[in-house]
């Protein structure tokens, strides 16, 4: 069946202009995403109401409206919150389908595709914030669903530099790196806890913080003096991942939460302490990571540009 149907004149016009004019603009789908999330964002924010159906309210029936409530939030933020990773998913096969070069690019021009990117990110997940926002009515339900979000989005930000970097890997190889990262993380911490026994959050935060850093610079050394190798490429891909999960760390060192733990930084990250869409949030999980992600998108693409050196 065909998509032309769905697909209106003037936009087809927008784009053809985009593809011969503005290669990065037409790369990231940004007009064609907009048009589908702003027309659905619009639709269940002024309809979505009408989908949800409730008991009458009343103090009597309290009980039972708070668990229809739990249903709807099933019903209208956990499976379009699924339905939308994966539309994200599809907008990364998108991105991994075109060539386009980047060499020309300045310093500000990475930082402006990263948060180009992050727009496209942030407008797929728009539909489902206007479903949930339109049918979800008690308040701890509401701020549940708007914790999820705040989590989703701290991990969706790393889809922003994925389009610089997902064409050097296979789907099933980008996977097994995910999950080696993981189970190596495990495994430090298995160490620590049980067999150094070290029980103190501090110290074992800090000792990931400090393993990744390594890693890290291990990388932006390979790369710059251009000996990276595959597996090289793979540690830069756990890296660019990881990034949202150091940041908490770093925040809590530079005391903007005052005494409090690691745990707390942590739980303030990712939507846990009751202050969604916190203007720290925004600066430290969102705005700082796009930056770094400009940088790192930079530093990685022009080293790939070049030969690499052999011994």
């Not at 690691?262 to 949030?281: C, I």
């Not at 969102?286 to 930056?291: D, I, P, S």
Request: with cysteine; hydrophobic share 50%.
């Amino acid at each position: 069946m065909s998509t032309d149907i769905i697909k209106p004149e003037f936009l087809k016009k927008i784009d053809n202009y985009l593809l011969t004019n503005s290669p990065v603009l037409w790369q990231s789908r940004i007009i064609w995403v907009a048009f589908y999330s702003l027309t659905l964002f619009g639709i269940f924010f002024m309809f979505g109401d009408a989908f949800d159906f409730e008991p009458y309210y009343s103090y009597e029936y309290n009980y039972k409206y708070y668990h229809g409530e739990k249903n709807d939030q099933m019903i209208f933020f956990f499976i379009p919150m699924f339905l939308s990773v994966l539309m994200l998913c599809y907008w990364l096969y998108t991105q991994f389908q075109q060539r386009i070069d980047y060499s020309k690019l300045s310093l500000m021009g990475f930082f402006g595709t990263v948060l180009l990117n992050f727009i496209c990110v942030g407008l797929i997940f728009l539909p489902t914030f206007g479903l949930t926002i339109s049918t979800i009515d008690v308040g701890r339900v509401m701020e549940s669903s708007m914790e999820g979000f705040q989590r989703v989005l701290t991990f969706a930000v790393a889809a922003s530099i994925l389009p610089f970097m997902i064409r050097q890997f296979s789907l099933i190889e980008m996977v097994l790196t995910v999950f080696f990262g993981f189970i190596y993380c495990l495994g430090v911490m298995l160490v620590l806890v049980g067999l150094l026994e070290i029980r103190k959050e501090s110290l074992t935060v800090s000792f990931l913080v400090f393993n990744y850093l390594v890693f890290l610079g291990y990388v932006l050394v390979k790369f710059g003096n251009r000996t990276y190798t595959q597996q090289t490429k793979r540690l830069a891909l756990l890296c660019v991942l990881a990034l949202p999960l150091i940041i908490p760390a770093f925040v809590s060192y530079l005391g903007f939460h005052g005494w409090r733990s690691f745990e707390y930084s942590y739980e303030y990250t990712f939507g846990f302490k009751g202050r969604e869409f916190s203007s720290l949030w925004i600066v430290s999980s969102v705005v700082v990571v796009l930056a770094i992600y400009g940088w790192l998108a930079r530093f990685i693409y022009r080293a790939t540009l070049f030969p690499i050196r052999r011994k």
